[in-house]
């Protein structure tokens, strides 16, 4: 049985995630409302999202799907991962400024709960504390999640390790309420989204099938505890009842659009040669320039820059051979991580995707088609290598521990030497812990001094659309126009034809085509019949002209945009034009 952690261990180690967190984006902390780490590309969107959820909870709980995005289609708030498990925080605070620090802090809070998350599950496998310090490190800041931090769902995996590390230590002490607590964690890991969910699901799958052929191959049987039974019955229960409903208006969008579906052509774009798993960001203080002639040889950067960190590697090598777990758990560990880096590298688009695993996986496993790009395999494969890592770090400690530092050995008391071990093994791990942090690193050392990771500025919304009729449509459309226009509608949440999804409704791609050249009479005509009473266009990036008389619009210029009103004659109420 493992022991209780130390409440002063966990103290700290919350205390220094929260603290590391902060200082690998700083400063964002210092713009909290401002400014999104990464870029003003999909922080946006997702930032809308969890705004979104806070405001469905709180008035429209029973259509939480249908938001004010893609006007008329139903179910629009699924059309890509919709960050349900942060809509808690959506309900703290309304309006522009606080949708973006509220991103601002779940970003840093995915962060610490990756570390956390990883150095309990290591603790819990038979780590000491520094060494389990080195696995968070390393799961939560390995050098290819750098090119992530503009996808909350991808860097929100603390869910991951602390579903395990809750399941592992209710089973091992008989703790049934830490057993229901574990699938209900892996229930709120799937409410972020089914990218990493998925993962969790089948892990969990495979974990349980693994322990169930144990159990029923030993001789005698184990007698089971129907007090734990019991409540992996209830967590069970739970988290397939979450999935089921969470993946009802998923399964009804693929309905209501084909285009939706995830193509074997989508996934093998996504997917990439083995040596993608060289190339670390651009942004990646250490590897990012010497990786970049091959980074520029890949076709979709973001999602195939694979590189876990060498620092991380040697000492998951190095773990294979540590005494910290048993000799089936590195094995599993080892096994696992060729497996996962198989799958990272997902298939090719000719006959030779028969021969990658990814490929059966995508054929055969329910709900993987829908997942498009491999390389967020590497979150379970990070997690392997993390944990190796840390085992290896415990190894190399223990070494230094026993030389008792560098340097010649000076004879006096044993008292003292003792301290001087412990010194020695407290410098070593928290150099480790140094390196790994220091090789994913986005800060920049060039120029006059340090800067950190990117963390650019949120445009505010012009003060001419706010209170303005819906439903609207703004223009243009363009894909980082209709960012912008979301995180602008959390003012309020007007009805907007204007989207962000992972792919392109039919009938937002024909609103595109027909307003092309608005104020014509035909797109006038066209989105009087869809019922819009209100577009808005802003006026730095597309002309605005005076309507035709005819045409019976109404133009107003506010500052940066220009209203046009589409009369009396427009449908106010939304329809699904099915």
């Given at each position: ?12 180690l919350?205390?220094g995630?929260?603290v ?13 409302g ?8 999909d ?7 969890v705004?979104?959820g ?7 709980p ?12 139903r179910?629009?708030l ?6 349900i ?11 522009f400024e606080?949708?973006i ?12 709960l990756?570390?956390v998350?990883a ?28 090119e992530?931090?503009?996808h ?9 390790p ?5 399941l ?9 309420g ?7 964690m ?14 969790l699901?089948?892990?969990?799958g495979?974990?349980?099938t ?12 184990p ?9 992996t ?11 089921v409903?969470?993946?009802r208006p ?9 285009e939706?579906r995830?193509?074997?052509a ?6 990439g040669?083995?040596?993608e ?6 942004e990646?203080?250490v590897?990012g ?12 950067v ?23 777990y ?23 688009d ?8 990814y490929?059966?996986?995508?054929e055969l ?14 979150t ?10 840390g085992?290896g ?5 223990a ?5 008792g530092g560098k340097g ?25 812990v ?33 209170a303005?009729p819906?439903?609207?449509l ?13 995180i602008?509608?959390t003012?309020?949440f007007?009805?907007m034809v ?8 039919r ?20 989105l009087?019949?869809?019922g ?6 802003h ?12 045409l019976?619009?109404?133009?107003e210029?506010?500052g ?19």
């Amino acid at each position: 049985m493992s022991p209780a952690l130390p409440r002063r261990e966990v103290a700290l180690l919350a205390l220094g995630a929260v603290v590391v967190a902060v200082a690998m984006h700083w400063p964002l902390v210092l713009h909290l409302g401002q400014d999104v780490p990464r870029d003003v590309g999909d922080p946006l969107s997702q930032a809308w999202q969890v705004a979104w959820g806070g405001h469905a909870l709180a008035s429209q709980p029973l259509d939480y799907f249908q938001s004010n995005q893609f006007w008329p289609l139903r179910d629009s708030l699924a059309f890509s991962d919709a960050l349900i498990g942060y809509a808690p925080a959506g309900m703290v605070g309304e309006g522009f400024e606080a949708a973006i620090a509220r991103y601002d802090v779940l970003f840093l809070l995915a962060y610490v709960l990756a570390f956390v998350g990883a150095h309990l599950l290591g603790r819990e496998l038979g780590l000491a504390p520094l060494p389990a310090a080195v696995a968070g490190a390393a799961y939560a800041y390995a050098p290819w999640r750098l090119e992530q931090d503009g996808h909350m769902h991808v860097i929100s995996s603390g869910g991951i390790p602390l579903t395990l590390f809750l399941l592992v230590r209710g089973y091992r002490r008989g703790r049934p309420g830490l057993v229901v607590a574990g699938w209900t964690m892996a229930a709120w890991q799937l409410a972020i989204g089914f990218s990493l969910g998925l993962q969790l699901a089948y892990l969990l799958g495979v974990l349980g099938t693994g322990w169930a052929l144990w159990w029923w191959r030993r001789r005698p049987r184990p007698r089971l505890d129907w007090r734990l039974a019991s409540a992996t019955a209830a967590g069970v229960l739970t988290f397939a009842a979450s999935a089921v409903v969470l993946a009802r208006p998923y399964l009804r969008v693929i309905d209501d659009h084909p285009e939706a579906r995830r193509s074997a052509a989508t996934v093998a774009d996504y997917s990439g040669p083995v040596w993608e798993l060289l190339v670390a960001p651009g942004e990646n203080l250490v590897w990012g320039p010497a990786t970049a002639p091959l980074r520029e040889r890949l076709n979709a950067v973001p999602e195939q820059t694979l590189f876990p960190g060498l620092t991380i590697l040697a000492l998951a090598l190095a773990g294979l051979g540590a005494a910290a777990y048993g000799q089936r758990l590195r094995l599993g560990l080892g096994a696992g991580a060729v497996l996962l880096t198989a799958l990272a590298l997902g298939f090719p688009d000719s006959w030779a995707r028969w021969l990658t695993p990814y490929w059966y996986l995508y054929e055969l496993a329910p709900g993987w088609s829908a997942i498009r790009v491999p390389g967020r395999m590497l979150t379970l494969l990070t997690l392997t290598l993390a944990l190796l890592a840390g085992a290896g770090a415990q190894r190399a400690i223990a070494r230094v521990e026993r030389r008792g530092g560098k340097g010649p050995q000076r004879p006096g008391p044993p008292a003292a030497r003792e301290r001087l071990k412990r010194l020695a093994s407290r410098a070593a791990g928290a150099t480790l812990v140094a390196l790994v942090l220091l090789e994913g690193s986005g800060w920049d050392l060039d120029g006059l001094g340090p800067k950190g990771p990117a963390h650019p500025t949120v445009p505010a919304p012009p003060p001419g659309q706010l209170a303005a009729p819906a439903p609207q449509l703004h223009l243009p459309t363009e894909p980082d126009d209709n960012r912008r226009y979301l995180i602008w509608s959390t003012e309020g949440f007007p009805k907007m034809v204007n989207g962000r999804s992972s792919f392109m409704p039919r009938q937002f791609a024909d609103v595109r085509r027909r307003t092309a050249r608005f104020p014509d009479r035909s797109s006038t005509a066209f989105l009087r019949r869809l019922g819009v009473r209100t577009v808005i266009v802003h006026l730095d990036r597309r002309d605005a002209p005076p309507p035709p008389p005819a045409l019976g619009l109404k133009r107003e210029v506010r500052g940066r945009v220009a209203l046009y009103d589409l009369g009396p004659g427009s449908r106010t109420e939304p329809r699904d034009p099915r």
